[in-house]
């Protein structure tokens, strides 16, 4: 094994967190405290469209891009990317829904008599397939990725076939959403 096969030492986890993203529970939060329906949907707003922008643009332009790469450099990229997404992508989800649910009971679209009950429960079983997939699926893999990179050799094989699966089960996340945008627009009428 060369110098070059041996991995860099990582900085610390909590040193590569995205921290910031910790804002967008504490603003639903304070929404959900005061009862405002303009600050709960700013943030359901924001907070889904920073989940859906960042699946679609992990499963359709990382992934192809990182398959064009070699597997040095594919693990390098990932290295530097998972860190990054182990607050973001937990955080974003379960934001948009906590919003969105409550935004829906609080705006009446979870009554049975309401017009928009039924694309409430579409879109809340999509938010639920979405959710399980992250917390079941990409988070795990994302624990499994940071750790095998913290060996001092890490198996460029094994971050890449998990990391496979991660792209696609966010591409299949991305898919999901732009169904999610679609029913959104209904409530936008």
Do not use: C
């Not at 001092?152 to 094989?157: G, V, Y």
């Amino acid at each position: 094994m060369t110098k070059a096969d041996t991995a860099q030492p990582m900085p610390p986890l909590w040193r590569q967190l995205t921290w910031w993203i910790l804002a967008f529970p504490l603003v639903m939060i304070i929404a959900m405290a005061i009862q405002s329906v303009y600050l709960l949907n700013w943030v359901h707003v924001l907070s889904g469209v920073l989940w859906t922008g960042a699946d679609l643009f992990m499963g359709f332009i990382i992934g192809p891009v990182l398959r064009a790469l070699d597997l040095r450099t594919r693990t390098t990229v990932i290295a530097y990317l998972v860190p990054r997404t182990l607050l973001y992508f937990p955080i974003v989800a379960l934001t948009a829904g906590t919003a969105g649910w409550t935004l829906a009971t609080w705006l009446g679209f979870m009554d049975p008599d309401s017009p928009m009950y039924s694309w409430s429960l579409v879109s809340l079983g999509l938010v639920l397939i979405m959710t399980v997939i992250g917390l079941a699926l990409l988070l795990p893999n994302n624990l499994r990725i940071w750790m095998e990179l913290r060996r001092p050799s890490p198996d460029r094989e094994r971050i890449s076939r998990i990391n496979r699966v991660n792209i696609w089960l966010a591409g299949a996340q991305g898919v999901m959403q732009v169904l999610m945008i679609l029913i959104m627009a209904h409530f936008a009428f």
